[in-house]
C-alpha cells in the first residue's frame, strides 16, 4: 500500500528519522544490519501468511539473522503475521480482530511509553481502524519477555500494543494520516 507506506515515511522523516522504504520484493536483497529498527507493515502479511509466498522463510530469515538483532515494530495486521511467523506470543494465531481507536496503559508499560500522553483512555485515531488484539488469558501466564503496552478499553484482556523482547506489535492497521497528535506522540514514544 504505496499510500500508508508514504504516510509513515513523511511522518517519520518530519521527524527526523532517516527511513528507507523496501518493498518486499526487495527483501532478499536487503542487508537489514545497516539498520537500527526494522518496521513491518501492515499490508506485507495476513493470518498465517507473510511475504511472498515461496519466499516466506528465507525473507524472515533475511529480516531477522542479523549480527547484532534489530528491533523489530509489527505493524497491524503484517506485524502480526510475520510475528506469527517467528512463533512469537505478540504473533498469529493468539489475538483477535476488530475496529478500534483507543488503548488504556496497561499496569506494566514503561512510564517513557505514555510521556505527554492524556488520560486513558488515549484517542490513538480519530475514527476505529482495523487493530489486532493480542489475548492475555491471565498474566500469570504470559512469558517472562512479553509486556503488554496499551489494552483494548472494552477489553483488558487483549494488548493492540505488546512488546516481546525486542520485537513490538502496533497491532493497529492505519497511518499516521488517521493518527490523532495524541496517537502520533504515541507512536513516537
Known sequence: DTADATSFFNFLTGNGYAVDLVPLNDVLSTDFNNYDLIMIADDSGYLSQWGIPGDTADQVKQI??????????????GGYAFFGQLSLFVGWPNGWH???????RAPLAPTAYYTSIPPDPVQVYSEPVNEVGIYLDDSETLPTDVVPIGLEPPSPDHASLIIQDCRHLWGFSGNPREMTGTGEDLFLN
Do not use: A
Not at 531477522?64 to 495486521?77: A, M, N, Q, R, S
Not at 476488530?98 to 488504556?104: A, I, L, M, S
Open 64 to 77: 531477522t539473522e542479523l549480527d547484532i538483532p534489530v528491533p523489530i515494530l509489527g505493524l497491524g495486521e
Open 98 to 104: 476488530g475496529p478500534e481507536d483507543r488503548v488504556d
